[in-house]
């Protein structure tokens, strides 16, 4: 890295911080500690102003000079070494990475610094929301696992990325969509529809949903990606786009919604940068299988984790709204769940030509 | 039916004649019936005396001889010595080796009280002969089947007779005899006797050849013997193994276990044809005087109590009891309060005994022992004993560990191997070899919640690590599941019995393995800090831009580490402060060190030898034995030895 000098970063600066608290710390003959905000649903408040989910203020003390958390203590300090190395280098990685360049046997001993990616994961977004910085900005990138089509234009490394051009296939949305890495060079449409499953995604873009009702449609195969999640709020944002939510209709499929719409429990300090309070839950409501008259032959029996789920989420506050607790209440009373697939049941093309048209026209939607 | 098929438009066809039979009248059935001799019967059925393939039978033929010579020994109130030859024999041509051969001589050789010369036919020769049938005494034998089944099933597969010489004393003559049993009418033959010229001034030694085949592992005759030698530290026993090796296992404990004392039946134990049966024979003329007499634990009072209950007269004459009558003696019995068994009949192994032969031929670093209070089944009183010897000696743990350098990829762990327990099971000190799932004892292991003791153990399954549990029952008759002793049957008194005796024993092991555990903890407390410590530095480096004074920053958490884990604080607690096997009656630990607990101590001249008093090791660095203090301030428990392995 013998480049030209060059400033430090402010994330890489946050870094050298818990170096700075580690050697502090032995210089006072105190045993070195991390407070890190706890992630918990204990911890996380709903604002309903903003309708965003924020973190609490409860923290946790990781110290090292403790049996439980002295291994712990020691992989979060290797795992901020690595960081401030992509920092330095100027490079993005994953994961897996991540964990692979941390992962060594302790000098004179059996023991490796860590024994699966499980233990190096929740490490990084420890770092994350004790140094309050993005993943991004970290430089730790997930899979590309989302894909765009319609009328917008992007700006990916100089390449002009025309997604109305780009086939049945779409535009694969990177992980890190920050404007530094992707500009978004001109947006026609006129809103945005966030589709939970890729098939379904498939459909209406084999059919071409979005020529005909001017908008972009956009998948992250099951839970988005903050890639995904992240580039639907900036053309929220930025565009003044409404994002739609089309799921599954099952308890899942209403959490995948609500991080969309409030942010993860998980990660709640990113809700402000990723979270859509305005987002709007098109379907499958658990309304639609009468007002669309799905036989009760293509639901599936809830089975008893998702009862559990479908409950937990009847108490969480942001799901306090009237017509979602009807909502919820009534798939639970039904004891059926139904994949948007099942839609395929009436005509292949029902989703495309049928039921998001007429959900469209007559504005049927949850807030 | 083929005929049939030719006139198809008849609508039912008419049943055929039935073809000619062969009718048999009652007379001529009469005449193909006749007796069953239970030698034929049991040359038909040889598996359900344990003969069902060569290997087992080979084992059997040694057990038997082995069990027989024991018995008779401890009956005499001799020491035994037994000596077990096996040799492969040619058939035809030169010797194969033993893995390959297919016959075998196997010659038995005790010092016990030999045998008259007129019994040793009949014992030998002829099925159901024997003299632990008809009593109630603890013994191995039960039935007076086992050594002459051996012999019909040689004569069967080898057509050679079996070999006795016995001699009852150095002044008696030795008597040798060859003898067979005629299967039909259950009698011995007598091929050869004579008086010989023996070396041995007292004993039997038996011979005979069989067809079997030897093999090592389970259930083999190697495993046998081992087996026996743990519940019977009290034997000497001679191997001349297939291949010519000689084992010798010595005496490792000097004392015969007391004599077992006869018992009459209890009432509660008797089923009604027993009683019947018994009330024909017996000598006393009043009904209350054949309760009171062929019965323990009936006396007077109760037989007059259990007369009234079944209405009959206390006078009445036993063998006029039948029918209706009968049965309302039996009823009457088994609803009146009768005391339980005398256990002076049993004769358990004992703790420190079976101590004694755990540590002798199992390697571990822990052995307890535990016998429970007697109990009753079915009217039958009975001991379980059990045992455990846990986890590797220390010599073989020191030679496992520098293997293992390489560093570990994901998924694999330090603690990889996946070695499941060994149940050894006894009953009246013979070990039971074939069937374990059929046995009650694995049944009480497996529901036995290891768990809770801190040993891993997955469900439905053995408790796993390296762990030989030991289960012994004694009883004066046990429930064998078939007439080839395999298995002990499920009853819920033994069940309950042998889970208890389990349970005290995982609580001494889970004491022990919670102490060490504590012991090393601290220091492993310490090591960890200073394993890391050195990552966090390097780590620090980096971050800083590789600017920082290492040393110091190494330096000053290293001091840390040491204050935070109290240097002579950790020292004292990985010492054991002097209490040796704190809590943990009946039991041994092994260490590096030595050796502490109840250890039986060898002497050359095997004379029985009194425990001295030694102090156990008060700390990791006691090279210094420190016997003359400890003489001066002897310890409430005694008993307490050490020795350097």
Redesign the interface.
């Known amino acids: 890295m013998a480049k030209k000098p060059r400033k430090p970063t402010a994330v890489e600066k946050k870094?050298?911080g818990?170096?700075d608290l580690?050697?502090t710390a032995?210089?006072k003959?105190k045993?070195p500690t991390i407070a890190i905000p706890v992630r918990a649903l204990s911890n996380v408040e709903f604002n309903e102003r903003k309708g965003l989910i924020e973190m609490g203020k409860r923290k946790q003390a990781r110290s090292?000079?403790n049996?439980g958390m002295?291994?712990k203590?020691?992989q979060t300090?290797?795992v901020?070494?690595a960081l401030?190395?992509l920092q330095r280098a100027n490079l993005t990685t994953s994961l897996r990475e991540i964990y692979y360049r941390t992962k060594?046997?302790?000098?004179?001993?059996?023991?490796?610094?860590l024994?699966?990616q499980d233990e190096s994961d929740p490490i990084i977004e420890d770092l994350e929301v004790t140094l309050t910085a993005l993943r991004e900005e970290l430089h730790v990138r997930a899979e590309n696992a989302g894909s765009i089509v319609g009328p917008v234009v992007f700006v990916d490394d100089g390449d002009r990325v025309d997604c109305t051009r780009l086939g049945k296939g779409g535009y694969s949305v990177p992980s890190i969509v920050e404007p530094e890495y992707l500009q978004i060079a001109r947006c026609t449409a006129d809103f945005v529809l966030l589709v939970e499953k890729g098939t379904q995604w498939n459909r209406l873009s084999e059919d071409k949903f979005w020529r005909r009702y001017n908008c972009v449609l956009l998948t992250g195969n099951g839970q988005p990606p903050r890639g995904v999640r992240r580039l639907a709020r900036r053309l929220h944002e930025e565009k003044g786009l409404p994002v739609y939510v089309l799921v599954d209709n099952d308890p899942w499929g209403y959490y995948i919604y609500s991080v969309i719409k409030q942010g993860s429990i998980n990660l709640a300090f990113e809700s402000q940068r990723m979270a859509i309070p305005k987002a709007k839950f098109i379907g499958l409501s658990s309304a639609d299988p009468e007002s669309y008259g799905l036989p009760r032959n293509v639901g599936i029996k809830l089975n008893d984790k998702d009862t559990a789920r479908a409950r937990e989420l009847l108490g969480y506050t942001w799901f306090q709204k009237k017509p979602w607790q009807e909502e919820i209440k009534r798939m639970l009373a039904s004891g059926l769940k139904y994949e948007l697939d099942a839609l395929a049941n009436k005509d292949f093309q029902y989703l495309t030509k049928k039921y998001l048209p007429r959900k469209l026209k007559e504005k049927d939607w949850l807030d | 039916m083929g005929g049939m098929k030719s006139s198809p438009p008849a609508p039912k066809p008419k049943p055929a004649a039935p073809p000619p039979r062969a009718t048999l009248s009652a007379v001529e059935m009469g005449a193909r019936q006749r007796e069953i001799s239970v030698s034929e019967f049991f040359t038909k059925n040889r598996h359900l005396l344990g003969f069902d393939n060569p290997r087992k039978a080979l084992l059997t033929c040694v057990k038997e001889a082995v069990d027989n010579a024991l018995d008779a020994c401890e009956e005499a109130g001799i020491l035994p010595d037994v000596a077990v030859k096996l040799e492969a024999v040619a058939n035809g041509g030169a010797a194969p080796p033993p893995s390959q051969a297919t016959r075998f001589r196997i010659t038995i050789t005790d010092n016990g009280p030999g045998i008259v010369r007129q019994q040793i036919p009949p014992i030998f020769a002829k099925l159901l002969y024997g003299s632990k049938f008809h009593r109630l005494r603890m013994s191995r034998g039960q039935q007076g089947i086992g050594i002459s089944a051996a012999g019909m099933y040689a004569q069967l597969t080898t057509g050679k007779p079996v070999q006795i010489t016995s001699r009852t004393g150095a002044r008696a003559p030795a008597h040798y005899f060859e003898v067979q049993i005629d299967t039909k009418k259950n009698e011995p033959r007598i091929l050869e006797k004579k008086q010989i010229a023996w070396e041995s001034p007292r004993g039997t030694q038996v011979a005979m050849e069989i067809e079997g085949r030897y093999q090592k592992g389970r259930a083999s005759v190697d495993e046998y013997l081992e087996q026996t030698i743990i519940a019977n530290p009290h034997v000497k026993l001679t191997y001349v193994t297939p291949e010519g090796e000689t084992k010798e296992y010595p005496r490792t404990y000097e004392q015969l276990p007391p004599s077992p004392r006869e018992i009459k039946p209890h009432p509660y134990g008797i089923e009604l044809g027993m009683l019947l049966k018994m009330a024909q024979d017996t000598k006393s003329h009043s009904l209350s005087g054949f309760l009171s007499s062929d019965f323990s634990r009936v006396s007077p009072a109760v037989a007059a109590e259990i007369c009234k209950t079944a209405g009959l007269s206390p006078n009445a004459r036993p063998r006029d009891v039948h029918g209706q009558a009968a049965e309302n003696l039996y009823k009457a019995i088994q609803s009146t309060k009768i005391m339980a068994p005398p256990t002076n009949c049993l004769s358990p192994i004992g703790e420190r005994a079976l101590l004694a032969g755990l540590y002798r031929q199992i390697k571990g670093e822990f052995y307890t022992a535990v016998t429970r209070p007697p109990a009753v089944y079915r009217g039958n009183p009975f001991v379980i004993e059990a045992g455990l010897a846990f986890g590797r000696a220390p010599e073989q743990g020191e030679q496992a560990q520098p293997k293992k350098a390489i560093p570990l990829a994901e998924g694999e762990d330090d603690k990889d191997d996946h070695e499941l327990a060994r149940v050894i099971r006894y009953a009246n000190r013979v070990p039971l070899l074939y069937q374990p799932s059929a046995c009650a004892v694995t049944a009480a292991v497996l529901d036995t919640t290891w768990r809770n003791y801190g040993v891993a153990q997955s469900r439905g399954s053995l408790p796993a690590g390296p762990m030989v549990i030991f289960v012994h029952m004694a009883s004066v008759w046990v429930p064998f599941t078939s007439e080839s002793k395999e298995a002990i049957a499920e009853y819920d008194e033994i069940h309950k019995e042998i889970t208890l005796a389990l349970r005290e024993c995982g609580r001494r092991l889970g004491a022990f393995l919670r102490r060490r555990e504590r012991a090393h903890s601290e220091f492993r407390r310490r090591n960890i800090f200073e394993l890391y410590i050195e990552e966090i530095v390097q780590s620090c480096n980096r971050l800083k831009g590789g600017r920082l004074a290492t040393a110091k920053l190494k330096d000053q958490l290293l001091k840390m580490a040491a204050k935070i884990t109290g240097g002579g604080k950790t020292d004292e607690l990985l010492g054991k402060n002097g209490s040796g096997p704190e809590g943990l009656p009946h039991s041994i630990i092994v260490t590096p060190e030595g050796v502490e607990g109840e250890v039986p101590v060898m002497v050359p001249n095997g004379a029985p030898v009194a425990e001295e008093p030694v102090a156990a090791p008060s700390a990791p660095d006691a090279k210094t034995p420190r016997k003359t203090k400890d003489r001066a301030s002897p310890k409430p428990r005694a008993g307490r030895t050490k020795k350097k392995r």
């Open positions: 870094l050298v818990v170096a580690v050697i032995a210089e003959r045993d090292f000079f049996v002295a291994k203590f020691m300090v290797l901020a070494d401030s190395e060594h046997t302790i000098k004179d001993s059996h023991e490796n610094t024994d699966t």
